[in-house]
């Protein structure tokens, strides 16, 4: 069974730093984090593919970088300047070279004073 493992999240104040990593089982072709908050749809934060090419939600570009190891399987995202509404539930998601879907459980980040 394909197992992404997350962690890195927690409590900031506003104008902190947090890093976020996401591990896999297998390799992924497609690694992204997506975020939601209660009663709201998940949104895609930031997606990397296995070239290296990223792409950003709006709200984010500028201040949240996303990154990969591909030898570990893992990818990161390093948030800078975090601001209250970047508070969410920040779920890894991987696509294998195969086309499947896979998620995370979910890391909480607060950003909060």
């Known amino acids: 069974q394909v197992q992404l493992v997350e962690s890195g999240g927690g409590l900031v104040q506003p104008g902190g730093s947090l890093r976020l990593s996401c591990a896999a089982s297998i390799s992924i072709f497609t690694f992204g984090w997506y975020r939601q908050v209660p009663g709201k749809q998940r949104e895609l934060v930031a997606r990397?593919?296995?070239?290296?090419?990223?792409n950003y939600a709006d709200s984010v570009k500028g201040r949240f970088t996303i990154s990969r190891d591909n030898a570990k399987n893992t990818v990161y995202l390093q948030m800078n300047s975090l601001k209250p509404e970047d508070t969410a539930v920040y779920y890894c998601y991987s696509t294998s070279w195969a086309g499947l879907e896979y998620w995370g459980r979910g890391t909480q980040v607060t950003v909060s004073s």
């Open positions: 990397i593919v296995s070239g290296g090419s990223t």
